[in-house]
């Protein structure tokens, strides 16, 4: 079970949220430009990171806001939380041994 | 027509008086296990009680928290909004519950009032600026859970921490007891518990505490 500590609400047990895939996927800028190809890329296709992977939450049973959380993916360790509207957070410790 | 269509024509026994109209009409959504609640209480010092109270008016308020329309709604109110997860705050009849950074759940208790009276009142004060005011009241019921054992009820089921030291008497959060969502909402020392499930899972909710209940009937086991 993961703690994650909402921005809003402090800390909560994973089955209080949502989980809702990678974070900091940007829509494309002009869609109309994009071939088929291009936008499976944009739909479809994920990064699948060993160690630190920034990705969406939301607190569907309390604020019922979206989030942004920073997890290790080996270890499961939540890095950080953090608003939509603050950038990704360094850690400078994550990932650095393995 | 032959016979009148009203509540008063058609609401014989239910003893309410004129203009009454639907709401003498309305059901709560645990009226069927009123007598199981009643004799699921349990007396003691470990003693602990359920009841439903139905058809509270409650509003749902959304505005931005640093606007002059939420300084209107809260000059309307009487009472500031609580600006952080938890918190809650009190005035006369009307209590506000925080539900998100720009959600908040105004729960009131004033006699002949309905949630439209609430409503119309919030929805003046916001005026014309970005925001929602909705009358929820149907949305959801009340569980009131109290008596000594009445946290170790909700710990079955409940991640929070309930102990003294981290929730107490003002306190209301959003969380799941069992596998329902509802806000808590801890009112006094008794320890007194309000649980708000939406009107569609109180039935499960109630027969899920009346069962976690049960246990503090019999003596403590060591």
Known sequence: MLLISCPWCGPRDET????GGQAHVPYPGNPADL???????????????????????????????WFNVLR???????????????PR????QAGGNR | ????????????????????????????PLAHLAARMHTAAVTGPRGVTLTEWPFRTMVNLRVDPVSEAADRVEKSLGAPLPRQCGHTTASGPHTV????????????QAEG?????????????????????VDVSANRTTLELSGPAARQVLEKGCPLDLHPRAFGPGHAVSTTVGPVAAPLWQV???????????????????RWLIDAMSEYRGPELP
């Open chain 2, 1 to 28: 027509m032959a016979e009148p269509m009203n509540a008063e024509g058609a609401g014989a026994g239910s003893g309410t008086g004129a203009g009454a109209g639907p709401v003498a009409l309305r059901i709560s």
């Open chain 1, 35 to 65: 071939t088929d190809e291009e936008w499976a890329g944009y739909v479809f296709y994920r990064d699948n990171p060993k160690g630190p992977f920034a990705e969406r939450w939301m607190h569907g049973t309390g604020c019922r806001r």
């Open chain 1, 16 to 19: 209080e949220y949502h989980y």
């Open chain 2, 113 to 133: 009032t309905d949630g439209t009276a609430v409503a119309a009142e919030l929805r003046a004060a916001l005026g014309a600026d970005p925001g929602s005011v």
């Open chain 1, 89 to 92: 957070p360094e850690i400078p």
């Open chain 2, 188 to 206: 006094d020392d008794v320890p007194t518990y309000r649980l708000l499930p939406r009107s569609s899972f109180a039935d499960y909710l109630a």
């Open chain 1, 72 to 86: 290790d993916t080996v270890s499961y360790e939540v890095l950080a939380a953090y608003r939509l509207d603050e």
């Open chain 2, 97 to 108: 519950l925080w539900l998100g950074p720009d959600e908040w759940l105004v729960l009131s």
